[in-house]
């Protein structure tokens, strides 16, 4: 699995770098104090990344998360790499605490329909006739919290790189190693998540009454 | 030339940089004739802006300073 256990650094280690690097770290007290630095910046950051995994566990995710960062601090060479170091631990415990907590297992039953497009269902069915911005009208009817919903009900395996990607700023490379996978695999993985989230906005837009009143 | 079903299919990945200089040529031939798919690159836009908008998950002030806690006691 990514994260604990793999080196992460960004191939590209100036002598700069390896000096603000954990070998000039020598005692313990300055080990941990850099360590807390680098986490504390990322502490929103992984929080959204958490809750968007584990809803309401997320701070016990993170927690064990931080632990674990916190244990295997000396894999870490690189610290501009710390961002998808800790993402990467982060989302193994939150794949953990899913499984110790019997969350039903949502990889399966929902299938991907590539061919489906939101833009052209939106224009099919026009649901607000005298609109001039459609399909802008559409997405400024979704909460924070709908969207919450709908990325929520997403299988794993296709929400984890499209919130990684697009909600949280990381590269498709690095969201290989975050999650372990082949890039191949991640690419061909946000592809059909992208397409799966338009499929289920416009599945929660109807079930729940968004496409109602004027546009 | 391909067909909009093929263009759509690339349109994201077209947007990320993450097709080839064949494929990047293809698409912006399609979309050169195409409206309905300059519609549908626009759309895709737009629903990476969303996606981007909506990107903020608050950290409580509470769990902050719990995590903020538990980093200090970290031993």
Redesign the interface.
């Known amino acids: 699995m990514g994260g604990v256990g793999i080196v992460f650094h960004n191939g590209s280690r100036t002598p700069e770098r390896r000096a603000r690097g954990l070998e000039s770290i020598g005692s313990v007290t300055d080990r941990?104090e850099r360590?807390?630095q680098l986490?504390?910046q990322q502490?929103?950051g992984l929080?959204?990344i958490a809750?968007?995994m584990v809803d309401d566990d997320?701070?016990d995710a993170?927690?064990d998360a931080?632990?674990k960062a916190?244990r295997s601090f000396d894999q870490l060479e690189d610290e501009d790499a710390a961002p998808a170091w800790l993402a990467s631990i982060l989302v193994n415990c939150c794949r953990d605490l899913g499984r110790r907590r019997a969350r039903p297992p949502d990889e399966v039953s929902i299938e991907t329909d590539?061919?489906f497009?939101?833009?052209?269902r939106l224009?099919h069915e026009d649901p607000w006739p005298y609109s001039d911005s459609l399909?802008?009208d559409f997405?400024q009817r979704?909460t924070?919290g709908d969207?919450r919903e709908v990325l929520a009900e997403m299988p794993e395996i296709y929400r984890v790189p499209?919130v990684l990607?697009?909600?949280?700023g990381f590269s498709?490379k690095e969201v290989a190693r975050i999650v372990d996978a082949p890039l191949g695999t991640v690419?061909a993985r946000?592809?059909r998540g992208?397409k799966l989230?338009?499929k289920m906005l416009w599945d929660y837009a109807v079930r729940n009454g968004l496409l109602r009143g004027d546009g | 030339m391909i067909t909009c079903s093929e263009a759509v299919k690339r349109l994201w990945d077209y947007l990320e940089g993450e097709v080839g200089s064949k494929d990047r040529g293809a698409i912006e031939e399609h979309l050169g004739v195409c409206r309905r798919c300059c519609g549908e690159l626009e759309f895709a836009q737009e629903l990476r802006r969303f996606l981007s908008h909506h990107s903020s998950e608050d950290l409580p002030e509470s769990v902050r300073a719990r995590l903020v806690y538990f980093l200090e006691d970290l031993t």
């Open positions: 941990k360590f807390r986490a504390t502490l929103p929080y959204a809750r968007r997320a701070e993170v927690q931080l632990m916190y590539e061919g497009s939101l833009y052209r224009a399909h802008l997405l979704f924070r969207v499209l990607v697009h909600m949280d498709t690419l946000l592809h992208r989230f338009e």
